[in-house]
């Protein structure tokens, strides 16, 4: 009997054994530390600030969940839902929401993305990379224009961009 249990857990040995991959692949996931999240909103905002613009900076982690907001000094109230969509949308499409506007206007989906809850197809979302990870995305309103909003976002990305890993 003794034999009989040492030869079914030997063969159920080699079963595991076989079904395991021989060189386990990690997933590798980077993350922006809080930081340099803080830092980038920080900047986008003061980035608006020095152009007059009362600004909203949100950055989101690449699932599209807040990360860092700062809402500038007579920013709207409104700004805080626009810069976080825009960074969600930015995060979720993986690509800025300036060329997702560009896209759109001859997609004909455009009118159905437009339905779906906390996507905003409007300049001022940049998305985040390490390599070509995307890691995140910078999101800005308050400024009188999405291409003015998307020059701060950048401004906040560019603070921190050098750091990133």
Same mark, same amino acid.
């Given at each position: 009997? &003794?034999?009989? +249990?040492? #030869? %079914? *857990?030997?063969?159920?040995?080699?079963?595991? @054994?076989? $079904? !395991?991959?021989?060189?386990?692949?990690?997933?590798? &996931?980077?993350? +922006?530390? #809080? %930081? *340099?999240?803080?830092?980038?909103?920080?900047? @986008?905002? $003061? !980035?608006?600030?020095?152009?007059?613009?009362?600004? &909203?900076?949100?950055?989101?982690? %690449?699932?599209?969940?807040?990360?860092?907001?700062?809402?500038?000094?007579?920013?709207?109230?409104?700004?805080?839902?626009?810069?976080?969509?825009?960074?969600?949308?930015?995060?979720?499409?993986?690509?800025?929401?300036?060329?997702?506007?560009?896209?759109?206007?001859?997609?004909?989906?455009?009118?159905?993305?437009?339905?779906?809850?906390?996507?905003?197809?409007?300049?001022?979302?940049?998305?985040?990379?390490?390599?070509?990870?995307?890691?995140?995305?910078?999101?800005?309103?308050?400024?009188?224009?999405?291409?003015?909003?998307?020059?701060?976002?950048?401004?906040?990305?560019?603070?921190?961009?050098?750091?990133?890993?």
């Amino acid at each position: 009997m &003794t034999t009989t +249990i040492f #030869a %079914a *857990l030997l063969g159920g040995g080699i079963v595991l @054994a076989l $079904a !395991a991959p021989a060189h386990p692949q990690a997933l590798q &996931t980077h993350r +922006i530390p #809080a %930081a *340099l999240a803080l830092e980038a909103v920080g900047e @986008a905002v $003061a !980035a608006c600030s020095r152009q007059g613009y009362s600004e &909203t900076a949100v950055l989101v982690d %690449a699932d599209g969940v807040r990360q860092a907001v700062l809402r500038g000094d007579g920013a709207g109230a409104h700004t805080l839902d626009s810069a976080n969509d825009k960074a969600y949308t930015a995060a979720s499409f993986k690509n800025d929401t300036a060329a997702l506007v560009e896209r759109a206007k001859t997609a004909p989906i455009a009118p159905l993305l437009a339905k779906l809850p906390h996507l905003l197809l409007f300049g001022g979302g940049v998305v985040i990379n390490i390599g070509d990870e995307v890691v995140g995305a910078i999101g800005a309103a308050g400024a009188p224009g999405g291409d003015l909003d998307d020059h701060c976002a950048r401004a906040g990305l560019d603070k921190i961009k050098d750091r990133l890993r």
